[in-house]
């Protein structure tokens, strides 16, 4: 495979950064976090990862393990899972009529010794593998690099420059088409969900751990349920921008209100009894073409 990940640094244009993404359908920000921030991760995570089992099947990787509720779990995931650069490019390249966008999953991902490179595919298959429209990116996938990501230890392997292929076509792919996301301890990779892609196989006697992070159009159903992942009291306690980031916020006009057509963020913080945030038609019309 010729074709190279593009690689950004964290003083890159969020506008320069979305571009090259949705031309090769990933990108790497090398270094975005620091090394303290990753250490304090790996302390937090320690716990869970002993004691999640690995996966089922040969997609989820029987030498892998996937532990979630990262916001329940991970204080300090929100650093990663908010942090500005990676939601500007998230909302610049998810398509353009969208209300707004939500978090799919959060999960850390650790691929240990002897695991084999997983499947290829596209994370957007998970809505019952519906082709969408070839202008619409509908989800935006991270993937944060707790350590060092390497071609021998597992390495996210990516198809660059493939995302325009149908999905009867995707399986024409092999591993030869990919090339590894190789990248520093605190880098992330950014792909779509119709990037085409899969873990590598871990050849060393260590764990490839990464944090993943995906964010999917407000209007679709999330792959992790974050109002089942994360208990109302913690949820209650994290910020406004990512609680609506979970989902406490419409995705869309009449799309998910509580009860008397309120602002589901009002689960969590009461509103004056004045204050009426309820949506109304009229005014999602005058935004312009998104009613179609």
């Keep these: 495979m010729d074709a190279l990940i593009p690689r950004m640094s964290g003083l890159t244009p969020a506008e320069d950064i ?21 250490d304090r991760l790996q302390a937090e995570l320690e716990p869970h990862l002993e004691a999640t089992h690995p996966g089922r099947d040969g997609f989820e990787g029987s030498r892998t393990r996937r532990p979630g509720a990262l916001l329940s779990r991970l204080p300090s995931s929100v650093e990663m899972i908010a942090h500005e650069l990676v ?42 593998f519906f082709e969408f429209p070839q202008n619409m990116e509908v989800e935006v996938s991270t993937i944060w690099a707790l350590t060092d990501f390497t071609e021998d230890n597992g390495a996210t392997r ?13 399986g024409a792919l092999t591993h030869a088409d990919t090339v590894a996301a190789e990248m520093p301890r605190g880098s992330v990779v950014m792909y779509t969900g119709r990037t085409v892609h899969g873990g590598g196989a871990n050849t060393t006697d260590a764990d490839r751990v990464g ?8 209007w679709l159903r999330q792959e992790e ?7 109302k009291e913690i949820a209650a306690e994290l910020p406004e921008k990512v609680q609506r980031l979970m989902g406490y916020q419409m995705g869309a006009y009449a799309l998910g209100y509580m009860d008397d057509l ?22 999602k019309r005058s935004a312009g073409p998104k009613i179609r």
């Excluded at 979305?18 to 990753?38: K, M, P, Y």
């Excluded at 990516?158 to 995707?170: E, P």
């Excluded at 689960?267 to 005014?283: G, M, N, S, Y």
């Design 158 to 170: 990516i198809a660059v420059g493939q995302n325009g292929l149908t999905d009867a076509q995707v």
């Design 262 to 283: 309120r602002d589901p963020i009002r689960f969590l913080k009461e509103a004056d009894p004045e204050e009426d945030d309820r949506p109304t038609f009229d005014i």
């Design 87 to 128: 939601l500007d490019v998230v909302d610049k390249v998810l398509w353009a009529d969208k209300t707004t966008f939500q978090l799919h999953l959060t999960q850390a991902i650790a691929i240990g010794p002897g695991e084999t490179a997983q499947l290829l595919h596209r994370d957007q298959w998970s809505f019952d």
């Design 211 to 218: 944090i993943n992070v995906d964010y999917v159009l407000g």
């Design 18 to 38: 979305s571009a090259a993404l949705q031309a090769a359908g990933s990108v790497i920000i090398e270094r975005l976090v620091s090394e303290e921030l990753c």
């Design 225 to 231: 349920n974050q109002y089942l992942s994360v208990p």
